[in-house]
């Protein structure tokens, strides 16, 4: 972390990491900066995924998964708890 790995405008490639005690939080959390960082790829909203495989303490693969899932859902919000949240009446 650092100058090394400072993004700048003629940064190609990012790996993004999540790191948490719940895979749930986690996915939601990469799937929200993933989603902000793909707006400004040179094709927008492009994304590679990647495997992640969990290895035991002898090295054997015992569970894969693709990431990020990009998951989508709807929500319901009253107009007066929106406006509430930013500020208005």
Do not use: W
């Amino acid at each position: 972390n650092g100058a090394h790995s400072k993004i700048s405008l003629e940064t190609k490639n990012v790996f993004i990491e999540c790191t948490a005690t719940d895979l749930t939080k986690a996915n939601i959390v990469l799937d929200t900066v993933v989603a902000m960082f793909s707006e400004y790829c040179a094709e927008p909203f492009s994304v590679e995924p990647v495997e992640v495989s969990y290895v035991d303490a002898e090295g054997k693969e015992t569970n894969k998964y693709v990431t990020p899932q990009m998951y989508t859902r709807r929500e319901k919000a009253g107009v007066d708890f929106v406006n509430s949240l930013i500020g208005i009446d």
